[in-house]
């Protein structure tokens, strides 16, 4: 069965970091191009951050770049993104996100390209 667990998201305030891991079963998602994406309320779902499965390959939204790292550990089955100084309009369910296409033969911020999607976890950057 494939499954995608995200965790860590939480309520911090402006300029607070956070840290969202997504757990992946390790068959399934061998050679696989990992991505994060949020989609706030009453907005559309948008590419945050994606990454190759050597690591070696990032791609990060405009919005995020300079804030956001997205990183990952094969030998833990895990995919991670940390966020820094963090905004308000950062606030927005978080999805993870797996496809079995090679880096170089997607545009990894495009949506339909990934197969799989977690349940989402729910940042909310107030004061």
């Known amino acids: 069965q494939v499954q995608l667990v995200e965790s860590g998201g939480g309520l911090v305030q402006p300029g607070d970091s956070l840290r969202l891991s997504c757990a992946y079963s390790?068959?399934?998602?061998?050679?696989?191009?990992m991505g994060w994406f949020r989609q706030a309320p009453g907005k559309e779902r948008e590419f945050v951050a994606a990454?190759?499965?050597?690591?070696?390959?990032?791609a990060y939204a405009d919005s995020v770049k300079g804030r956001f790292t997205i990183s990952r550990d094969n030998a833990k089955n895990t995919v991670f993104l940390e966020m820094n100084s963090l905004k308000p309009e950062d606030t927005a369910v978080y999805y993870c996100?797996?496809?079995?296409?090679?880096?170089?033969?997607?545009?990894?911020?495009?949506?339909?390209?990934?197969?799989?999607w977690g349940q989402g976890t729910l940042v909310t950057v107030s004061s």
């Open positions: 390790q068959r399934t998602f061998t050679g696989t191009t």
């Open positions: 990454i190759s499965w050597s690591g070696l390959r990032t």
């Open positions: 996100a797996g496809t079995p296409r090679d880096w170089y033969l997607i545009r990894p911020e495009e949506v339909h390209y990934y197969a799989y």
